[in-house]
């Protein structure tokens, strides 16, 4: 069996030659993730770490290194947290960090693909549907199908869209989820084939 140690990698950076005093400001571990260089870095944190303070601090250490501040890009998963992380960055260091970007990861993605719309065969206005979008859609679809199949103890529609999800998340058959997950609704397996087909088109 192969044995791995985990220990701490230390920086010999000298940190007096930064306009930042990082090493009065930080403490031990958040300095060591701000003046990691050795590719990437994972930091395990909880609530009320200074996550954000790290983050910050990285950015500017990077840039007092020659980072070219444009090349950096900043994701959280909400506006605020992302809006809190580029207004801290921004003010700092000096006015390169202002060219740092950043936002949410939807947000972010949403761009790219806009970008890319045309190469991957859709238009470039196209829209995103949303949590409450999907599960309108699947209502809709869910009760034209019952109203035409006079079908009962039918899964509602939050139910549907979460075996949906969990197929394309677990890159599964409807079958697989609904045998393991939803078995009391094995018995409609195809009018649900037949609902994620349609709510797919």
Known sequence: MKKFVL???????????????????????QLDAVLHDRGPALVVAGAGTGKTRTLVYRVARLIEDGTPPESLLLLTFTRRAAREMLERSATILDERCISVKGGTFHCYCN????RYAGRLGYPSNFTLMDQ???TDTIHH??????KNAGMKRFPQKQAL???????VNKQST??????GD???????????QEISDRYTR
């Open 7 to 29: 220990q701490r990698e230390t920086s010999q950076r000298d940190t007096d030659s930064y306009q930042i005093a990082y090493r009065d400001l930080l403490n031990e571990a």
């Open 182 to 192: 939803y078995p009391q609704f094995l018995e409609h397996h195809d009018a649900i």
């Open 132 to 134: 409450a979008d999907a």
């Open 174 to 179: 409807l079958y697989d989820i609904i045998s």
């Open 141 to 146: 679809l869910r009760s034209n199908f019952i």
């Open 161 to 167: 869209q979460a075996i949906f999800s969990t197929a």
């Open 111 to 114: 761009q790219i693909l806009h």
